[in-house]
């Protein structure tokens, strides 16, 4: 049971190059959500969706797509990478009928 | 939308001293109010929560208080210890809503003095 995994880890990028983060879970959550943390700016909301096929924007979702065709997986995508864009990228998840959230470890992008 | 402001952004106490964090919230439908710990290079993680029908809610050293006229809660921590340095952050969400975004504060960096 991995819980939620995000790959990869670590990435640098080039400006206006195009990635993709993958968000995987094993618990059969619902709800997925994508952060992003800045120094100074906790964590802010990218992108989330409560269902399989479902997505729906957050506080910041500019310069960013997602999608969530497979229930056990979500996906981010910089089509055009910005020096904004570096930051350090959390995935989340929630099961309907609970409260809590269980977070990744985090994807650290640099994009120069 | 909702908005979370939350205070201080920096915390440093002596060990064994009560630590205190405060948020406030703007949207009146925002009904669950959890707290996340966040160690260096991980993943954070749910500490304690409180729901809006709950005016206090206790976990051994930590507690968490709301007052829902005012659109606050606080994040109480007694007798800190070492381990209890971390980031800590609130957040605000519409539990069993259908859009319940998790919206989190900026986060408070709390020091623990030996």
């Known amino acids: 049971n991995a819980g939620v995994t995000q790959t990869p880890k670590f990435r640098v990028l080039k400006t206006g190059q195009s990635m993709t983060l993958l968000c995987a879970q094993d618990m059969n959550h619902e709800y997925m959500y994508w952060y992003r943390q800045d120094p100074g700016m906790g964590l802010r909301l990218i992108h989330y969706?409560?269902?399989?096929?479902?997505?729906a924007k957050g506080e910041v979702p500019d310069g960013y797509n997602v999608s969530r065709l497979k229930k056990q997986n979500f996906l981010l995508g910089l089509e055009s990478a910005a020096p904004s864009q570096t930051s350090v990228y959390f995935c989340a998840t929630r099961i309907l009928s609970r409260t809590e959230a269980f977070f990744g470890q985090g994807t650290r992008l640099t994009v120069v | 939308g909702e908005n979370v402001e939350q205070h201080p952004s920096t915390l440093s106490v002596q060990e064994g001293d009560s630590a205190v964090i405060k948020c406030t919230y703007s949207?009146?439908?925002?009904?669950?109010f959890p707290w996340y710990k966040q160690e260096l290079g991980k993943g954070p993680q749910l500490i304690i929560d409180?729901?809006?029908?709950?005016g206090e809610k206790k976990d051994q050293r930590i507690a968490v208080t709301l007052n829902k006229t005012a659109k606050h809660f606080s994040l109480h921590i007694t007798e800190t210890q070492p381990e209890d340095s971390a980031v800590y952050f609130c957040?605000?969400?519409?539990?069993?809503?259908?859009?319940?975004?998790?919206?989190f504060g900026k986060g408070t960096r709390l020091h623990i003095l030996p």
């Open positions: 957040a605000a969400t519409g539990f069993m809503n259908r859009d319940d975004k998790i919206i």
């Open positions: 409180i729901r809006s029908n709950v």
């Open positions: 949207d009146s439908a925002s009904n669950y």
């Open positions: 969706s409560v269902g399989e096929g479902t997505t």
